[in-house]
């Protein structure tokens, strides 16, 4: 897929089909295949090798130009699953642009003077991953930020608090029966997904010093496509993956980044417990905590 080249409209070449050149070529054979015709003959082949060597150097530099233009890595793409989570992200930038690709709208802009991408993926890891692709294989960002809200899995860690991720698993992903770790992809080494350091020290960083009253913690964040409910859910993705918090993106996410070699990081604000109360806890707290990972995440890109 292809991103939008405005400033290359003079490059575009239009392709000649195949079918149209043979027909061309049989023409002047059978039509000119005289003698008195010979000079005539040459004449025309020597126009469609011109033809065909245009169409060839119009694709190429397309092509080139394509491969310089997705290979901003200044730009950074930022995702969250709900408007709540990047509303504050899309009011604060400037100089913006939507497009919408996949049911989702995709705002370039400038953020704190910096490139970004700022898009709502929906609910879930199928989204979260086309989302995550399409920012790094369509937009050219190199650099993934995923922020919003999660359900806390360590007693330590309040509402309000910030987590950091220091990597990332699929806690829904079982092929035990065949022989294969909780969270692991089957026929693959793929199961635990590292952040970015250097993303990860700018987020530790960025709430100490924007938000010094909110406590941040780094670990494992865990997704899944489940709403963690109960106890007996919440502790079972504590024995088998140890994790700090639940949602329901990250995973994928980082996923996609590890498969194109691109840099993230999730940043996660606790909305609730995951322990029977969250449903009070997350129609109370979710929209705060929201705003405050985003404001996190805004003073973040304004230092790096």
Known sequence: MYRRQKSTKSLRAVPVPAGLLTVMQFYVIIVYDKPEFDER??????????????????????????????????????????????????????????????????????????????????????????????????????????????????????????????????????????????GQIPFTDMRIYTADKSLRQAAVRAVK??????????????SGDQFISTPEQKEKIIADFNGMCCEMEGGAIAQACCLSNTPFVIIRAISDKSDGSQHIEFETFQAEAARNCANIVEYMIEKM
């Open 41 to 182: 003959r040459i004449n025309l082949k020597k126009v469609l090798l011109a033809v065909l060597a245009t169409s060839a150097l119009g694709i190429a530099i397309k092509r080139c130009v394509h491969r310089s233009l997705v290979s901003d890595k200044d730009t950074i793409g930022i995702i969250g699953a709900m408007d709540s989570e990047i509303d504050t992200l899309k009011q604060a930038a400037k100089q913006k642009s939507a497009t919408n690709i996949a049911g989702m709208e995709f705002v370039e802009g400038k953020l704190r003077g910096r490139s970004v991408v700022i898009v709502k993926c929906g609910v879930g890891k199928v989204n979260a991953g086309i989302c995550a692709d399409l920012l790094i294989n369509h937009f050219g960002c190199g650099r993934v930020i995923n922020t919003g809200v999660a359900g806390s899995l360590n007693n330590d860690i309040d509402i309000g608090d910030i987590v950091v991720s220091v990597d990332a698993v699929q806690h829904d992903l079982d092929a035990t029966a065949l022989g294969f770790e909780k």
């Open 209 to 222: 010093e924007s938000a010094p009253e909110i406590n941040v913690f780094e670990g494992r964040i865990c």
